[in-house]
């Protein structure tokens, strides 16, 4: 099954062979409920607690490869979610710091990525639009969550050279890589439409 969805992430266009390989080693069914696990390699996303979802195989590896993520860097994921895509970075490489607003997914993915083995990957249950001050600057930022702007604190917690992969839209977002080219300077470029679940501000305890 999970060869077959990286033929079919291969036919949609993804080309990066690290991120593919990521993808191959990093089993998307210990992510789901266990009522989706025999779904977990279909191109799709699924729900999971808190009304949040896992994105789908295609949304991941596509935002992967656009933030061309390379070994040892500093990478900030804000909407830890699953932490299926935390995950992934790891896989590649990438020293993690996760950021998740619900206290309850926070818990859970913490624990569970622990136990997965994946105890280099840093979990903060902190609001994202903040970023996470305590270890910037990032090589890299990924924010898994739909945005109406771009917070300013991702702009500012970037490297000279670093790299935002961020959905910006309300109903339908485009996605956007943003590099910042000097201290004031950031580049801006689009790469088509997806859906995902809100970026909201503030903490939810309430689980
Ligand atoms: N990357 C996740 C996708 C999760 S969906 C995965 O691989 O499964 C997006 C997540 O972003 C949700 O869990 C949601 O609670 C979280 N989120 C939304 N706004 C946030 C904010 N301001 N700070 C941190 N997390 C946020």
């Known amino acids: 099954m999970r060869r077959k969805l990286l033929e079919t992430l291969r036919q949609k ?17 210990w992510f789901l409920d266990r009522a989706f696990e025999e779904l977990a390699y279909e191109d799709k996303a699924f729900p999971i607690d808190k009304d949040q979802s896992i994105s789908q195989p295609y949304t991941v590896a596509r935002m992967t490869e656009l933030l061309q993520v390379e070994k040892h860097q500093k990478v900030l ?22 950021v998740e607003r619900q206290r309850l997914l926070y818990q859970k993915s913490k624990a569970f990525l622990k136990e997965l083995g994946y105890s280099r990957i840093r979990c903060f249950y902190k609001d994202g639009m903040m970023g996470l001050d305590t270890f910037a600057p990032y090589d890299r930022i990924i924010v898994t969550a739909a945005a109406e702007n771009v917070p300013q604190p991702l702009l500012d917690q970037l490297v000279i050279g670093g790299i935002l992969v ?3 839209g309300s109903d339908v977002q485009e996605m956007r890589r943003i590099i910042r080219t000097d201290e004031t300077t950031f580049k801006k470029e689009v790469f088509g439409q ?9 903490l939810d305890a309430d689980d």
């Open 166 to 168: 961020i959905p910006v």
């Open 77 to 98: 994921e804000i909407g830890t979610g699953s932490g299926y895509q935390a995950a992934i970075l790891h896989q590649l490489g990438a020293r993690v710091f996760t």
């Open 13 to 29: 266009g993804i080309q990066d062979e690290a991120v593919l390989q990521a993808l191959w080693d990093v089993p998307r069914h």
């Open 194 to 202: 997806y859906r995902f679940v809100p970026f909201l501000g503030g």
